[in-house]
């Protein structure tokens, strides 16, 4: 029994390394706990851009992809019954230069290949990683993050758009989504939804922003859910702002997953772990009393995976603490996900 057991109506989800999953005491954690896993790393560009192949191949318009690193999570979601949240296609983060770059060039100041010539690199890319991922794991993928972190408003974009160090923007602006999205419906099978995944999802002007990107997508029906990140501290948002944000989200008509949940935590007293099953608790009250969330997603299987810990600044966010022992909190998440 697990927290996957407590709902029938949600998928409980873990982002997932390999190296921890090779571990046992984590790869337990994720077989008896969760139902859905997401590559914390391995399904991003980053990963699955091959440049030395796309040489080889010699072609303008085509990257070769590669999912080694992808690998080892994936098969263990097939072998253990977990559905898989792929995680992400399009994003202006961990995502090679060359691959935007005339000859697929690695010099930093190689010049950019022309929006049409993009276009194609991105439809192929869309289809080529759709079709492998979907041919070689029949039925594991049930969302796709198609689109990242689009919105930006500390850019002062009257839209909100996110423009320094996007080169997405740059060759498309505002049509970069619309044509991520457009191709990710051409070739997702039936059955799979499509995401817009952002942080401080819950916060205004932002929430505004998301939603006037996503209401055409969504009268073209190319977009299905929002996927609200989650990274949250233990004082905020409010839960009546997160709360306000979901409703929104579920007006527009947008299925709702929870795909990045942790709270910063700086400290392992005993006072804080109790102020962190509080704020657990509340959250998930928040997130059942809903009725809304389809998936939630904790970004890390405990806390000795977590990207908020540094080497010199341990960080203590989730569920499982660094001997991968349950904490109060998980206790917390329990008894919310049984109401
Ligand atoms: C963003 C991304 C995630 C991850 C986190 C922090 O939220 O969507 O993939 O990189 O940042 O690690």
Known sequence: MGLKDLRKDMLIGAAVSPFFLKDEKY???ARNEFSSLTCENEMKPQHTLDREKTLLCGTKNRASLRFDAAQTALSFAKENGLKVRAHTLVWHNQTPRWFFAEDWSDQADAPL????LMLERLENYIRDEMDYINTAYPSLVYAWDV????IEPDNDHPKGFRLRKNLWYELFGEEAPLYAFGFARKYAFPGQKLFYNDYNEYEQPKRGFILDLLSPLIAK??????GMQSHMLIDYPRMDAYRSAINDYASAGLSLHVTELDIRSLDDSEGSRRALADRYGEIFETIVGSGKIESVTFWGLGDAQSWLSKPDAPAYPLLFDREARPKEAY????????K
């Open 113 to 116: 290949v022309k929006p049409e």
């Open 221 to 226: 029906g190319l977009v299905d859910g929002m």
């Open 331 to 338: 206790y917390a998440v329990c008894e919310a996900l049984k």
């Open 27 to 29: 790869a337990a954690i």
């Open 147 to 150: 689109y990242n972190e689009f």
